[in-house]
């Protein structure tokens, strides 16, 4: 808002600056008019209203140069008397328009950054942080009865209940576990053996043989 209103004032005031020089330099231009409106004459009329129009193109070649905008200067021509008097010697009559529409609106502007500036400071002071109050914490003092380790200690190991009542000595560490059930089958009975018992064998054999046999007999 700011930036628009300024290039406004600016060149409000560069208008301001142009009209106030022309009409300084146009004073030959005014006087020639006005002797030429004072004439009865027709000729010395004309010859007075001619001086002035070429007095008031010199005046706007002069102002226009000094501010470098010379390339809007022209030769201006009138087409009756009656322009010439109401006309000439003046600056456009929208460029005076414009600064009576814009008159006063210089100290407006002013009134108006002032107001914002004092309107910002204020909402600044009123929005400033209070400085933060640092406590200072006061920590006991650690005698250090061994260097600092670098490294956090480390967490001990988790060994399984099996390995730590392991033998190593006796098994190996890894036990071959079973593939699956296994189902144990019958054993077929035996056999018996038909023929004579022992005691059949006994009793058919003769009482010498059967007692050197059973140790009652000495051998001969």
Not at 83 to 105: H, R, V, Y
């Amino acid at each position: 808002m700011i930036l628009p209103a300024t290039i406004f004032i600016i060149f409000r005031t560069f208008v301001q600056y142009v009209c106030d020089d022309y009409a300084a330099n146009s004073g030959e231009c005014n006087t020639l008019l006005k002797k030429g409106v004072a004439e009865t004459l027709p000729d010395i009329r004309s010859a007075y209203f001619l001086k002035a129009m070429e007095a008031d193109n010199e005046a706007v070649q002069i102002t226009f140069a000094k501010y470098h905008i010379g390339f809007l200067a022209t030769n201006t021509t009138y087409a009756s008397e009656a322009e010439i008097i109401n006309e000439a010697c003046k600056m456009p009559a929208m460029a005076l328009e414009f600064l009576d529409w814009t008159a006063g609106i210089l100290p407006l502007f002013v009134v108006w950054v002032v107001f914002s500036m004092w309107r910002r400071s204020r909402y600044l002071k009123c929005c400033k942080r209070k400085p933060m109050q640092v406590v200072e914490i006061q920590q006991p003092e650690i005698e250090l009865t061994a260097p600092p380790k670098d490294t956090p200690p480390r967490s001990p190991l988790n060994v399984p209940i099996y390995l730590k009542q392991r033998d190593y000595r006796q098994e190996p560490l890894e036990k071959e576990q079973p593939k699956g059930i296994r189902r144990r089958t019958a054993r077929p009975a035996r056999k018996k053996n038909e023929g004579p018992s022992v005691l059949d064998k006994l009793s058919s054999l003769s009482p010498s043989l059967k007692n050197r046999i059973m140790g009652d007999d000495p051998i001969v």
